[in-house]
Antibody
């Protein structure tokens, strides 16, 4: 059974940094691209970032480019999102999701349950 | 960036009725690479339809997707109690990937 489990969410102040993790099980992580999607309180879904199966290609949404970094450790079956210089508008539930193939241009066939990041002074 | 506009914002229907949800793209979606997700309260989204009309694994046949270019539709032929949720369309034909604002299907 495919499972994704995010962790690391917490309450922080503006300007602080935070790292999120997503542990995958039930499939070989190296064979799939992985995506981060976020959802602000009471809002819709926003694509944040994607990383290819081997980690060689990364993509970011304009709102996080230059502040967030996606990475992965396939030997640990784990995906990461390093978030720097956080802003109030980054407050959201962050989901990791599996892309159907390695490409960034894919639907998202499995999702984790999400982890809440709150940025507030 | 491809903007997706979903309508209506809220659909009030009774169990057993037919639901028709619309998703309009600001430009043609390459390869009809459009998906639909269902999100229930307090849960993560789950994939229902991909490539505009293909049902995801385990999705019942009452869900169907159609459309091409800039106009896409999700139809639920006969609403079951578990279908009341928010539905999002998502285009993955071009980067950045984008989502629609969602349609809530609520019990009338």
């Amino acid at each position: 059974e495919v499972q994704l489990m995010e962790s690391g969410g917490k309450l922080l102040q503006p300007g602080e940094s935070l790292g999120l993790s997503c542990e995958a099980s039930g499939f070989s992580l190296r064979n799939y691209g992985m995506t981060w999607v976020r959802q602000g309180p009471g809002k819709g879904l926003e694509w944040v970032s994607h990383i290819s199966g081997g980690g060689g290609a990364t993509y970011y949404g304009d709102s996080v480019k230059g502040r967030f970094t996606v990475s992965r450790d396939n030997s640990k079956n784990t995906l990461y999102l390093q978030m720097n210089n956080l802003r109030a508008e980054d407050t959201a539930v962050y989901y990791c999701a599996r892309s159907r193939t390695d490409s960034v241009l894919n639907d998202l066939d499995y999702w984790g349950q999400g982890t809440l990041v709150t940025v507030s002074s | 960036e491809t903007v997706l506009t979903q309508s209506p914002g809220t659909l009030s229907l009774s169990p057993g009725e037919r639901a028709t949800l619309s998703c309009r793209a600001s430009q043609s979606v390459s390869g009809n690479q459009l998906a639909w997700y269902q999100q229930k309260v307090g849960q993560a989204p789950s994939l229902i339809i991909y490539d505009a009309s293909r049902r995801a694994t385990g999705v019942p046949p009452r869900f169907s997707g159609s459309g091409s270019g800039t106009e896409f539709t999700l139809t639920i032929s006969t609403l079951e109690p578990e279908d009341f949720a928010v539905y999002y369309c998502h285009q993955y034909g071009a980067s950045p990937l984008t989502f629609g604002g969602g349609t809530e299907v609520e019990i009338k």
